[in-house]
């Protein structure tokens, strides 16, 4: 195990934009992660993510998928819509969150990562593609760092 260094690689995230052209919306699929950082002291987690698009999306805005137990490759398979017109997505963000669920106290943050126009790297690329291919569901891997937990608090 290696100590806490600034930012860290905290395991991955496989995640798929589409963009909808006759519904007008985005949607995000939460495919699945791996190699996730044990928060527990079982050697384990008990991950589930949060998407959020930002910003001025209100209540709307944020989604979470299940708890998924005991586990560091879970598999979560689920997808979210966002209604929204292809023009105003240039000028959103989605953070995409991973925790570690704790019952009774407050969940552990295992890792993020932030998909934009104001991203860099693969993060940009990936939100790009989606922009320039509409209807077209584009899935890739993301790293998830741990070097900025309160931009992803609640």
């Known amino acids: ?3 806490g260094e600034d930012s860290e690689e905290r395991g991955r995230i496989l ?3 589409t963009y ?3 519904q007008g919306h985005l949607m995000v699929g939460v495919v699945r992660c791996a190699h996730l950082a044990a928060m ?3 050697g384990y987690s008990d991950p589930f993510v949060k998407i959020c698009l930002k910003p001025d999306m209100g209540k709307k805005a944020k989604n979470k998928t299940q708890i998924k137990k005991k586990t560091l490759n879970p598999e979560f398979n ?4 966002y209604e929204i017109k292809h023009g105003e997505l240039a000028k959103k963000t989605l ?3 991973v925790w570690d669920y704790d019952l009774g106290k407050s969940n552990d943050f295992i890792g993020g990562c932030r998909l ?3 991203a860099k790297g693969e993060c940009l690329k990936h939100w790009y593609e989606c922009l320039k291919n509409k209807d077209k569901k584009i899935e890739r891997w993301h790293v998830l760092l ?3 937990p309160a931009h992803f608090e609640d």
Do not use: A
């Open 116 to 118: 934009g126009i104001q």
């Open 146 to 148: 741990n070097d900025d």
């Open 95 to 97: 953070d995409i969150s």
């Open 40 to 42: 527990d002291s079982n």
């Open 20 to 22: 909808n052209s006759q």
């Open 15 to 17: 995640v798929s934009l």
């Open 1 to 3: 195990m290696n100590g």
């Open 78 to 81: 689920e997808e979210f819509g």
